[in-house]
């Protein structure tokens, strides 16, 4: 696995943090040491396919990067008639994902697609995964997209919504903040990586705080909506239609 340096030497000026191809080259180094929980939320995106995908139906893993959710799930339907739709506009991610899904022994079939997960078509769905994407789509534009995922999975079925979060309290909000610096720098990231990197992500990256996901996504129609994991200021959801 390369190792993420995209930041280690100071840049005169940051551009926006975008998924090219320098970044698809070291992203699971990258997210494994900047997202606390991260390797959690995936092993139990596969369990939550084991429990909610349904017979005959549509799973969905928008914003798929390198496949990780997509495997996770992959190797946990508990279905031979199903099939996965893994969905990212990023071409340099989708030529690395398709060759790790050629590596990949799981016998669910997968499609891949190049395209903005806000075109793509969500029907017969019992399961779709939003890990770390939604953060990435302008603000005004995500309850469209929710709305049309809850449109799209059958009665039953899950949205997994994974995100950085922010907090109201303002000091609450520096403490997590703070916390996931300090879980970086362990991780082997210098100051000057954290900090250009977060330059890098401001305005790009734009983290709501959980009580606005928990109503966008009740006014979508999910039927149960809660959190079942945290680790500082990154969450997990689950939604129930
Ligand atoms: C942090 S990564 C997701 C990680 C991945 N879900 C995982 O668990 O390993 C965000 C991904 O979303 C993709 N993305 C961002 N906005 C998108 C959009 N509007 N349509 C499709 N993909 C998008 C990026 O290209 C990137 O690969
Ligand atoms: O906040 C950070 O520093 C992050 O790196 C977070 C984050 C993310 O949450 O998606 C941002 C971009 C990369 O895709 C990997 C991780």
Redesign the pocket.
């Known amino acids: 696995m390369s190792k993420d340096n995209i930041y280690d030497t100071p840049q005169l000026s940051i551009a926006g943090f975008r998924?090219d191809r320098a970044v698809?080259s070291v992203?699971?180094d990258m997210?494994k040491r900047s997202?606390p929980g991260?390797e959690t939320?995936?092993a139990m995106?596969g369990t939550l396919a084991e429990r909610y995908v349904q017979s005959g139906s549509r799973c969905y893993?928008?914003?798929?990067?390198?496949?990780?959710?997509t495997i996770a799930m992959r190797h946990h339907i508990p279905h031979d008639n199903c099939q996965i739709i893994a969905?990212?506009?990023?071409e340099a991610?989708l030529a690395q994902c398709r060759e790790v899904l050629a590596q990949d022994d799981g016998r669910v079939p997968v499609e891949l697609l190049f395209?903005?997960?806000?075109?793509v078509e969500v029907t017969n769905a019992s399961m779709a995964?939003?890990?770390?994407?939604l953060?990435?789509?302008p603000v005004a534009q995500r309850s469209e997209l929710l709305q049309h995922i809850a449109d799209g999975l059958r009665p039953g079925g899950v949205l997994v919504l994974?995100e950085k979060v922010a907090f109201e309290d303002p000091q609450h909000q520096q403490l997590m903040i703070e916390l996931h610096h300090n879980f970086k720098r362990a991780n082997g990231y210098s100051d000057l990586e954290i900090s250009q990197k977060r330059s890098a992500l401001e305005d790009v990256l734009v983290p709501e705080t959980l009580a606005v996901h928990r109503q966008r996504l009740r006014d979508a129609g999910f039927s149960s909506v809660d959190v079942w994991f945290q680790c500082f200021n990154f969450a997990s959801l689950i939604a129930i239609k």
């Open positions: 998924f698809a992203f699971p997210i997202v991260y939320i995936i995106t893993d928008l914003g798929c990067s390198l496949g990780a959710s969905v990212d506009n990023s991610m395209d903005d997960v806000q075109n995964v939003l890990n770390f994407t953060q990435f789509i994974s």
